[in-house]
């Protein structure tokens, strides 16, 4: 591939979209860095890159043509420069000073990357055990003194990372300590932006264990003192939507989700905290489609959920096809056949690589329908089944 051809055609998509690297970077979840080095030619952009930038910046296909025409090298020069796993683990263990910080940093920017590859793997463990290593560290002042309020604040974020991780590996107990945990370590290091993101993550547990009051507690707390940036916010109207709707009050429910979606409709990010990167139209819309579900509103649900997983509307998370089970569900509660059976074929194929827990027990319940449909045409309860052995299929079979 001739660098300088790939760079010089996604300068100039990003000109045409009005992008920059920075915001490249958020939506599809890269160190700003790495992405800087791609795009300037001075390392080999990876594949799964390469498939981002193609969709983010709708080149149909064309950066992954320009990308295919010379074979990638045998040592690749992204894994060269990556630190080995045991390297990192180390670093963990030994470093002390602002490299302490920054090995915990990148520790939990890989684990998110991860969680986002839709590769069936759930970081939950990996995350937890990485924190343990650093808390345990904490704990015994095990670092230069001249660095705590950095390392704390590193420590803030791997242990919102896991207790995010834990809350989707539905893991209810050890989510809510290492949230506990996130957030103290984020208030005793002055680390507001990451004391936001924890308080969402509280506010989204709450209410997922149907704790819906404790959930619109936590939101307002938020909403009701502080002055946030247009995603923060939505993020939060969110979570305000979802407590309200769970408590009966669908009508001030949607009024959230109004403001939460005129929020992010100028698409500026200035101002933005890099792990906003996940509040989209396609989030809000899902969101939206799930309230009106909750409500017992599936019809105007089934159209919120379809804006949701159109192609473009949203980004790659680990949890990307939980509106579409929710969609599903719908479909079939409707007696929308055909359009079910779509769905659901889309889901068989998706499977594989649900690492959410969440999510694969939405799927799974969606998936058990075949048991006790009552009129469905064989192709939909044969797909069902289908899905069915999908998910029980064994990981490692080749």
Not at 270 to 292: F, I, M, R, S
Not at 321 to 346: H, M, N, T, Y
Not at 359 to 372: D, G, L, W
Request: proline share 4%; aromatic share 6%.
């Amino acid at each position: 591939m001739d660098s300088g051809e790939f760079s010089q055609r996604v300068r100039d998509l990003l000109r045409d979209r009005d992008m920059s690297v920075r915001a490249v970077a958020r939506h599809l979840n890269y160190d700003h860095a790495y992405l800087s080095r791609a795009l300037s030619g001075k390392q080999r952009p990876s594949t799964q890159l390469v498939t981002g930038l193609d969709q983010l910046l709708r080149a149909n296909g064309k950066l992954a043509e320009i990308a295919a025409r010379v074979t990638p090298p045998t040592d690749s020069p992204e894994v060269a420069e990556s630190p080995a796993i045991t390297d990192r683990i180390l670093r963990l263990n030994e470093a002390r000073g602002a490299d302490f910080a920054h090995a915990i940093r990148e520790t939990s920017h890989r684990l998110v990357v991860l969680d986002n590859e839709l590769s069936g793997v759930s970081i939950a463990e990996p995350a937890g055990r990485a924190f343990k290593v650093v808390h345990r560290r904490l704990g015994a002042g095990d670092y230069e003194p001249r660095y705590e309020r950095d390392i704390q604040s590193a420590a803030a974020e791997l242990a919102e990372v896991a207790g995010w991780a834990l809350f989707d590996a539905e893991r209810d107990g050890a989510a809510r300590r290492f949230n506990q945990e996130a957030l103290f370590l984020a208030n005793l290091s002055g680390d507001r932006s990451i004391a936001l993101l924890t308080l969402q993550n509280m506010a989204m547990h709450s209410e997922w264990r149907g704790r819906n009051q404790e959930a619109l507690s936590i939101a307002r707390s938020v909403l009701n003192r502080r002055r946030l940036s247009p995603r923060v916010e939505a993020m939060f109207r969110m979570r305000e939507a979802k407590g309200l709707v769970g408590t009966g009050r669908t009508s001030d429910a949607i009024e959230s989700l109004q403001r939460a979606r005129s929020l992010i409709e100028d698409g500026n990010d200035v101002g933005e905290p890099d792990w906003a990167w996940w509040v989209t139209h396609g989030e809000v819309d899902g969101h939206w489609g799930h309230t009106l579900q909750i409500a017992g509103d599936v019809e105007k649900a089934i159209e919120l959920l379809l804006q949701s997983v159109q192609p473009g509307r949203g980004v790659a998370t680990g949890y990307a096809s939980l509106s579409s089970a929710r969609l599903a569900q719908c479909l079939l509660d409707v007696r929308a056949w055909r359009d079910a059976e779509a769905i659901i074929k889309s889901l068989v194929i998706a499977a594989p690589g649900v690492s959410s827990g969440r999510t694969f027990r939405i799927i799974s319940h969606v998936a058990k329908q075949h048991e006790r449909l009552n009129g469905a045409p064989p192709s939909l309860t044969d797909t069902l089944a289908h899905l069915t052995e999908k998910l029980s299929e064994d990981p490692f079979t080749l």
